[in-house]
């Protein structure tokens, strides 16, 4: 029903700046779902980067430190991640995802690198 689709993941050195897209398939339930990033290094658990609610309440974790940004807009069915400040240990697989109630959609996810 929900396709996600991100883009922008790309090797960095530490200190750029990166924009990660997602894209939704059309829906009229776009402005229902819940919008987040998440993040994945090989051998731990996804965690969360930041999300968005439908009333573009917006949370981060931690280690964000105001560093990134999430947005969103229902028009164009789509949310993004500004990230600055970079620092090696934001590297990971960042995924989008969309949630409202029970239902939950995962996109395929975009590797960022950051070098050091």
């Known amino acids: 029903q929900v396709q996600l689709v991100e883009s922008g993941g790309e090797l960095v050195q530490s200190g750029g700046s990166l924009r990660l897209t997602c894209a939704a398939s059309r829906t009229l339930s776009f402005t229902m779902f819940a919008m987040g990033w998440y993040r994945q290094v090989p051998g731990k658990e996804r965690e969360l980067v930041a999300q968005i609610s439908k009333d573009f309440i917006t949370k981060y974790a931690d280690f964000v430190e105001g560093r990134f940004t999430i947005s969103r807009d229902n028009d164009k069915e789509s949310i993004w991640l500004q990230m600055d400040s970079l620092k090696p240990e934001d590297t990971a697989v960042y995924f989008c995802?969309?949630?409202?109630?029970?239902?939950?959609?995962w996109g395929q996810g975009t590797q960022v690198t950051v070098s050091s």
């Open positions: 995802q969309a949630h409202w109630g029970l239902r939950t959609y």
